[in-house]
């Protein structure tokens, strides 16, 4: 399926727009501006409503253009448009509520930590060619070797690399 244009979400704000517009003919740049599009895109969409030229650029009638964007706000593919942005924009809310809703997950990290090193890992903490094992006894203590599994990666990954690799 091609991409919808960016604008179609925007064509009643647009219209709107156009009615409240003082003079009877709109040109190219008026189009560029209202429907945030470039020079080619505005005279594609005002094509069947030009009726005048000044020079090489073409005056659209304001009413023609108003019917023209009102078939296209009414067309399937602007209303499926309308529709998929409605979901989209659904789906980002409940991912957002949901994430706000989580409590997050905070692991304290002592100074040693931070400073951790692949030599001195916790115990429970193996590294091994092809295999990582961290063995555990609380959710907690598995999030905290895993902290510091991660602490030492970041301070000399080529170590890490070096007792991993296969």
């Known amino acids: 399926m091609p991409a919808k244009p960016a604008w179609f979400h925007r064509l009643h704000d647009v219209i ?85 809703e989580r409590p997050q997950l905070l692991v304290e990290a002592p100074a040693q930590i931070v400073r951790q090193e692949i030599e001195k890992l916790p115990d429970g903490v193996r590294l091994e060619p092809g295999r990582i094992t961290v063995s555990f006894q609380s959710p907690q203590q598995a999030l905290e070797k895993l902290l510091a599994l991660a602490m030492a990666i970041s301070s000399d990954f080529e170590k890490f690399e070096s007792q991993v690799q296969t």
Do not use: W
């Open 16 to 100: 709107q727009d156009l009615e409240a517009f003082p003079r009877p003919f709109v040109d190219r740049s008026t189009v560029e501006f209202l429907l945030g599009v470039r020079r080619r895109r505005a005279q594609q969409v005002m094509a069947p409503c030009v009726t005048d030229r000044v020079g090489s650029n073409g005056l659209a009638d304001r009413d023609a253009l108003i019917a023209h964007l009102r078939q296209l706000a009414a067309g399937e593919e602007a209303s499926y448009e309308r529709q998929r942005r409605l979901k989209v924009a659904s789906v980002l809310a409940q991912l957002q509520k949901e994430r706000l």
